[in-house]
């Protein structure tokens, strides 16, 4: 079964408001989650990585003031899309690495963001 | 930089055949090599992973090979069966580094 859980599954919503996704792991704490994006056709891009207790660590290019993460829990974070665009129209996918199995990442089923 | 390539965008192979997909990499060896599979509109599943030392992981009719002087895994699936067909994504992760880094992915269609 599922270890990561994403919610919502997909979300529209309307050009400059802001739009919450929660991942969470199932049953087992994550002091370190992982944001990826995706577009149709493409791999998944690495957003940022997700620190229990502390800030969040953007990759190059990724605005942090409009992608904010919060990580207030050892198994749940949040990524907030503020001030959306249509651009902002993606595929949101978190991961988070799983204890006691090598290093093996799992990942959530994703979120479909549609800015309209 | 480190860069991950999976040389195939599709491959479409006869059911009941063996499906091989390849990932070659860059520069310096990753510590750990992952296997997912990605269906339309859903997240990564993870399938294989493969350590720097190892050669060779087997798990039902999944099989993956390292070979570091090379630079390549590849990921086979055996009897393969019109269900297996999706996107395969091979990603690595270096040893102080614990996000992954994804190849572009190979579309497999398996054929009736």
């Known amino acids: 079964g599922a270890v990561v859980s994403q919610h919502p599954s997909w979300v529209i919503c309307k050009s400059g408001t802001s739009v919450k996704i929660e991942c969470r792991s199932l049953d087992f704490q994550a002091t370190t989650m992982f944001w990826y994006r995706q577009f149709p056709k493409q791999s998944l891009m690495l957003m940022a990585t997700s620190n229990e207790g502390s800030k969040a660590t953007y990759e190059q290019g990724v605005e942090k003031d409009k992608f904010l993460i919060n990580h207030a829990s050892l198994t749940l974070s949040t990524l907030t899309v503020t001030s959306a665009h249509p651009e902002d129209s993606s595929f949101y996918i978190c991961s988070a690495p799983f204890p006691g199995t090598g290093n093996t990442i799992y990942f959530g089923e994703g979120s479909w963001l549609t800015v309209v | 930089s480190q860069k991950i390539e999976q040389n195939s965008e599709a491959l479409n192979i006869q059911e009941g055949k063996t499906a091989t997909l390849t990932c070659n990499y860059t520069?310096?060896?990753?510590?750990?090599l992952q296997w997912y599979r990605q269906d339309p509109g859903r997240g990564p599943v993870f399938l294989l992973l493969?350590?720097?030392?190892?050669k060779e992981k087997r798990k039902e009719r999944l099989k993956v090979t390292f070979d570091t002087t090379l630079k390549q895994s590849l990921f086979h699936i055996t009897a393969s069966q019109p269900a297996d067909s999706a996107t395969y994504l091979c990603?690595?992760?270096?040893?102080?580094?614990?996000?992954?880094?994804f190849g572009s992915g190979t579309q497999l269609t398996v054929l009736p």
């Open positions: 493969i350590r720097e030392n190892e």
């Open positions: 990603a690595f992760r270096s040893g102080s580094a614990r996000q992954l880094t």
């Open positions: 520069n310096y060896s990753p510590a750990y």
